[in-house]
């Protein structure tokens, strides 16, 4: 009401405000894409049409390739190979970031190693008590 108490609010009055406002929002928003649409040249939409189409098939394309096979185990890693390894990354750069991500061998290993992470970070399962 005037004095600022919501006593005096009509139900009806309130869902015709929100009535009008839902309107008035949905009527500024069309006005605002029919006259973006007239401002957009028919260039430009056809372009967008385009790219479009062009990322629609890329990505169908992309779908319908089948992955090859990756082989479980990568080579065995041992002492020697990780020496050699060693001394050819030395050779190479010495950059942090290429020692990093040289440290796993293969996905299989990778995947181990976080198992294992995770394992050791799970909580130990609680044992109930019967009663």
Avoid: C
Wanted: zero cysteines; a positive charge.
């Amino acid at each position: 009401g005037p004095d600022g108490t919501p006593k005096d609010i009509r139900g009806w009055a309130l869902l015709l405000t929100i009535f009008f406002a839902e309107h008035s929002y949905l009527l500024i928003r069309w006005a605002v894409h029919v006259g973006i649409s007239k401002i957009d040249s028919p260039g430009r939409q056809k372009e967008r049409r385009d790219r479009y189409l062009v990322r629609q098939r890329y990505f169908s394309e992309s779908l319908s390739q089948t992955l090859p096979q990756v082989g479980k185990f990568g080579e065995k890693i041992t002492r020697e190979s990780l020496e050699e390894e060693a001394r050819q990354s030395s050779l190479k750069s010495s950059r942090i970031e290429d020692r990093f991500w040289a440290r796993q061998r293969n996905w299989h290993e990778t995947a181990q190693v976080g198992a294992g992470l995770i394992d050791r970070a799970a909580p130990p399962p609680e044992v109930k008590k019967m009663q």
